[in-house]
């Protein structure tokens, strides 16, 4: 693994990944400028296949769940840098989404029915697991794009 760039603010780190256009890129939820939610959206946007990984203070709350609608491939609790990094950073890497199950079910648990489906906690279980759109796809017996469809929606 080598470090190819940082950024100050968000704008910034939305100019770095144009420029270095990285495999991974780790960013932090709060930022001057364009926060991280913003800034995963805004590089999502021009750069689809982005692997953006999100750090932050803030476990299973609203911003979480805007991470993983802007596009975010995991969500990272400050405070477990130092054991799952590596493994989060190798999943993403590898394709997977990676939100630890502890902040997966505080999602689910902070949003009543109305907010999200049954089949939308279902899929954001399974991407909590690990699992890639195609395993969940199979799992669940939907099409990859229907599986897509509820993250984004999610």
């Known amino acids: 693994m080598e470090l190819v760039a940082q950024a100050c603010n968000g704008r910034q780190a939305i100019e770095s990944f144009r420029r270095y256009r990285p495999d991974i890129t780790l960013m932090d939820l709060q930022m001057p400028e364009v926060n991280g939610v913003d800034a995963v959206a805004a590089i999502r946007h021009e750069f689809p296949g982005a692997r953006i ?19 975010a491939s995991g969500y990272l ?25 502890e902040i997966a079910s505080e999602i689910a648990e902070h949003f009543t029915q109305d907010e999200l489906s049954r089949r939308e906690v279902e899929v954001l279980e399974q991407v909590a697991a690990g699992n890639a759109n195609k395993e969940i796809a199979a799992r669940l017996g939907v099409a990859e794009e229907t599986v897509k469809a509820h993250i984004i929606t999610a």
């Open 77 to 101: 609790l400050k405070n477990m840098i130092r054991k799952e990094l590596l493994e989060t950073i190798r999943a993403v890497h590898a394709g997977k989404r990676r939100i630890p199950p």
């Open 53 to 71: 990984v999100l750090l932050t203070t803030y476990s299973g709350d609203v911003q979480a769940l805007r991470a993983i609608k802007g596009g």
